[in-house]
């Protein structure tokens, strides 16, 4: 018995031997146990400045702080990830956090349909953002804009109810979120049109009260001036013609437009001159000249098809005078009534022409 038990009494002697206490002399040498096995025990580890450090536990368990691989404590690296919104997102705890898929991903997995649409409406909150801000084009999440749902119908080319239906499934994703405004206009709850809340970033779209507070449109001075989406309406009805996305852009702006269904006479003798015309002038030239060259020969959904064929003249691809000399014969001859269809033909004889030339 050790010499220091002796002197604290009998009692020290019996609590030693029920601990189990052994005098250095007997115990095993730390040296020898440390070769049997090169992992520190729990009682080196507590001497160390009297800190803890989370080890492997012994095989087979009974460690005195045991615990699973699973529930050890790891310290991940810190991540950020660009896709967030507004700001980045630290990440601790597990070190490969499952990151959220980026919108254009989630648009994949969408039908035909609603993936469409949201394409075009996260155009549209693009477009509506201010040019050449690349830190707020990297920090929004969200735009909201108002834009009549009928509008975005006709440019898609579909009937008011798909769009509507389309809209359902990208609000049950989370994508757009959406509610139609009213006004109070000659004593009667007038649709001003329909709020859209587009995400452009992972996360889930939402109107806030700021947003319904917002003074969208004036549907009064609207009105009052004809400055109405039925217009759209009626113009596609009666003359074919569709609101393009520019067009879209600038009613999501409140900078509201409609369809100018007079028809402008305009010298066709310009399309001899469209070569030595100034690059700046020649988008609006292009743009008269198509448009009354598809009111002209009643083809008002075909606009983007002569427009083609012009800026085709531009490029040197087709020669001035063979286009200027073949539409004043169609136009002749659709008036006299011996042509029927004049945009078939006109198609039909350029390829004629092209053919003629790669021979």
Aim: charged letters at 25%; a positive charge.
């Amino acid at each position: 018995m050790d010499q220091k038990l002796k002197k604290l009494g009998p009692a020290a002697q019996r609590l030693a031997e029920l601990l189990g206490y052994k005098p250095q002399d007997q115990e095993e040498p730390r040296d020898n146990h440390q070769r049997q096995d090169p992992r520190p025990d729990d009682r080196t580890l507590r001497g160390l400045g009297g800190s803890s450090m989370a080890t492997d536990h012994p095989r087979g368990g009974g460690g005195e702080n045991s615990v699973l691989d699973g529930l050890t404590y790891m310290k991940s690296p810190e991540a950020r990830f660009p896709e967030q919104t507004f700001r980045s997102s630290r990440v601790g705890g597990s070190a490969f956090p499952e990151a959220k898929p980026p919108v254009g991903d989630v648009c994949q997995s969408l039908p035909d349909g609603p993936r469409k649409l949201l394409e075009l409406l996260q155009e549209i909150a693009r477009s509506v953002l201010p040019p050449g801000n690349r830190e707020l084009y990297r920090k929004v999440g969200t735009v909201v804009f108002l834009l009549p749902l009928e509008m975005a119908a006709l440019h898609l080319g579909v009937s008011r109810q798909t769009v509507h239906a389309w809209k359902k499934e990208l609000e049950e994703a989370g994508l757009v979120a959406t509610d139609v405004l009213h006004q109070t206009v000659e004593g009667k709850q007038r649709a001003i049109g329909t709020l859209w809340a587009v995400r452009l970033r992972p996360g889930k779209a939402r109107l806030t009260l700021e947003d319904y507070y917002h003074p969208w449109r004036n549907l009064a001075l609207d009105k009052s001036n004809g400055i109405l989406s039925f217009k759209w309406v009626q113009a596609f009805e009666t003359k074919g013609i569709r609101p393009t996305f520019e067009a879209l852009v600038l009613w999501a702006q409140g900078k509201r437009v409609v369809p100018n269904t007079k028809s402008v006479a305009v010298d066709l003798g310009l399309i001899l001159a469209l070569p030595e015309v100034e690059k700046p002038k020649l988008p609006m030239l292009i743009t008269l000249l198509a448009t009354y060259l598809a009111d002209l020969l009643d083809d008002h959904r075909s606009r983007r098809f002569y427009a083609g064929l012009l800026w085709a003249v531009v490029r040197g691809q087709l020669p001035a005078q063979y286009l200027f000399a073949l539409l004043m014969r169609i136009i002749r001859d659709y008036k006299e009534g011996t042509l029927t269809k004049p945009g078939a033909y006109l198609v039909k004889t350029l390829k004629e022409h092209l053919a003629e030339k790669v021979a």
